[in-house]
């Protein structure tokens, strides 16, 4: 009986020495990683991190550090070259990295003057500094959605920078009026975001493509560089127009100038010299005016002296106004779209004549529109369209799969075409330089 309780006592502990062997081995720690930034790898050093204060200056940091007056004049004179002082201002970052031996001297400085960009003082030897920055990474994010109360809402709900939609509505400035988008039009947008370290995000890189639904139609945004030692981007639709709608050079589509802007001209109904504010272009009554530009009718009336006239501003710097029209063929409060017909050419108000007098409004102010420059897109070269197709359709493609996951529809890709004509006015001189270039023909062929 006694050596039968002996050996149950053996089998138990036996038994429980395993147990707790089994246990140790699940409790097994991993090893922490040790942290690396600035190419240095912070288990090698004492890290002494400092925030500059009010009123501090590099005198005052360094010396809390205990560098000698020596020692710190030395520094600031390395330093200077590579870094403006101006730049250390309140909550800026300065790291210390000390040896690990009893001496504990600091070995590398470093300053952050924004999360990306460092100063790199190396005191192991002599003094060197370097301008560093820290890798970065881009990552490529594409999301699709429904406007809700606002774009800067919507994309907040989404959690993305509020510095696209600055973006967003750069690129589309001349195309959509954000003010007038309706809750439930339908976007989607690929952007890249950069990253510090892989780890610390850097905002909103670029922009790769858009679409957003404006008054039931679908308007595309592709950045494309046509030259590449202009280096310019611009950005166009899917069939590519471009999206930053430059001003046909006039409102009629056959163009003959009979004035110019000018500050003192002798105005041939009142006879007395005043000044002309307009360009005028000559053409038959009922002739058709397009609007120059995309944008909305702010007035459509009749003075005495403009006659019947449409003036339509495009956005809050620029306006354009045509008058003495025969007819008016818009209401004030209308959408117009680039070349979309207002009016018919006539002689009402002020007019000697059947002519439209294009005015063109910077700022609240008359301009003359052929002196102007304005910021305008490059037209799409033809000799780039093939180059601009090929890049856009797969940005097209991954954009238009996107959305259709998300709104829950059957993915039907249409590939990006080719734009149709542009309006291109033509020139035409007035008769009498007309009559002298057919003199001139004559007798050369004489």
């Not at 990306?116 to 920055?133: E, G, P, Q, T, W």
């Not at 609007?291 to 702010?298: I, K, Q, S």
């Amino acid at each position: 009986m006694k050596k039968t309780l002996i050996l149950f006592v053996l089998v138990c502990v036996l038994f429980s020495c395993k147990k707790s062997e089994e246990e140790l081995w699940v409790a097994e720690i991993e090893p922490v990683k040790p942290i690396v930034d600035f190419g240095i790898n912070f288990t090698d050093y004492n890290v002494d991190q400092d925030t500059v204060q009010y009123y501090d200056n590099l005198t005052r940091i360094l010396k809390r550090q205990n560098f000698s007056d020596k020692k710190v004049n030395q520094i600031i004179e390395k330093i200077k070259d590579s870094l403006d002082l101006k730049l250390i201002k309140r909550n800026k970052a300065f790291t210390f990295f000390r040896s690990k031996d009893r001496f504990n001297k600091v070995k590398i400085i470093v300053f952050q003057p924004d999360q990306l960009n460092y100063i790199f003082v190396d005191l192991r030897d002599s003094i060197v500094v370097h301008k560093r920055a820290r890798p970065l990474t881009f990552k490529v994010r594409t999301i699709a959605g429904t406007l809700k109360n606002s774009l800067s809402q919507t994309l907040k709900d989404e959690n993305i920078d509020i510095a696209l939609k600055k973006r967003l509505i750069k690129v589309y400035a001349w195309s959509i009026d954000f003010f007038k988008s309706k809750k439930g039009d339908r976007f989607a947008v690929s952007f890249t975001e950069r990253y510090i370290n892989d780890t610390i995000y850097d905002g909103i890189d670029s922009l790769r493509c858009a679409f957003f639904e404006y008054k039931g139609k679908k308007i595309y945004a592709f950045p494309f560089v046509q030259d590449s030692i202009k280096g310019k981007t611009d950005y166009y639709d899917d069939e590519g127009n471009a999206l930053r709608n430059f001003f046909l050079k006039a409102p009629l589509k056959v163009v003959n100038i009979t004035s110019k802007y000018s500050l003192k001209r002798f105005h041939p109904v009142q006879q007395i010299w005043k000044p002309h504010y307009g360009t005028d272009y000559a053409a038959p009554t009922g002739t058709p005016i397009m609007t120059t530009a995309t944008g909305t009718v702010e007035m459509a009336g009749y003075t005495a002296g403009n006659g019947n006239f449409v003036k339509v501003k495009h956005d809050k710097t620029y306006s354009t106004q045509y008058l003495h029209m025969s007819k008016i063929l818009v209401k004030r409060g209308q959408s117009v779209k680039q070349g979309d017909v207002i009016g018919k050419v006539g002689s009402t108000g002020l007019a000697s004549g059947p002519h439209v007098c294009y005015r063109f409004w910077k700022n609240g102010k008359e301009v003359d529109a052929l002196k102007l420059k304005l910021p305008n897109s490059e037209p799409m070269n033809s000799n780039n369209k093939p180059r601009y197709f090929k890049y856009i359709t797969p940005l097209k493609r991954n954009l238009d799969s996107v959305a259709a996951v998300t709104f829950k529809e059957p993915f039907q890709f249409s590939p990006p075409k080719p734009k149709a004509a542009e309006l291109e006015p033509i020139i035409e001189e007035d008769s009498k330089s007309k009559s002298s270039s057919k003199k001139k023909t004559k007798k050369k062929k004489k």
